[in-house]
């Protein structure tokens, strides 16, 4: 399981940081403001495209490693991995909290802090078979969702 905590600013204009842990130790920065993210000493973005229709493109240099196609109007993205397609969706009103399906089967998914603390203690738990910067990508992409960013 990982858990992400904001990290406090320095100063106006600062980016919106996010540390994530599993078993404790710190894995991964995420940069909520630059749609970026650091693991293992890699970095990795996020190239947002479309409108209506949106994909969310994870990028480690110029490769793109996987998709999030956006469900137009609604919280739900879909992500093909290795021929295997995953469902990544809202599951309450306010999308304090995402499930992770394949198929009609929920194996995991995102939850938020907490009412008045959003952004401290999220948890987020998804299948080993995903690999850590896909999870590390969609866990930014409902962190940015939840931030008004991606509204």
Known sequence: MLTANALKGKGFGADH?????????????????????????????VHREGVFAVEYTLRYGEAGLVKAAQTPL????TILLDGTEWVLKAEDLLASKFGFYQGERKVGGVLAGGYFSRFKGIAAEFPAEIPMPVQLFLLLLVIWKWAGTGS
């Open 74 to 77: 609604v919280n739900t993205y």
């Open 17 to 45: 940081l996010f540390e994530v842990l599993e078993d404790g130790g710190v894995i991964a920065t995420l940069n909520e403001t630059r749609f970026t993210f650091e693991h293992g000493g890699a970095n990795y973005a």
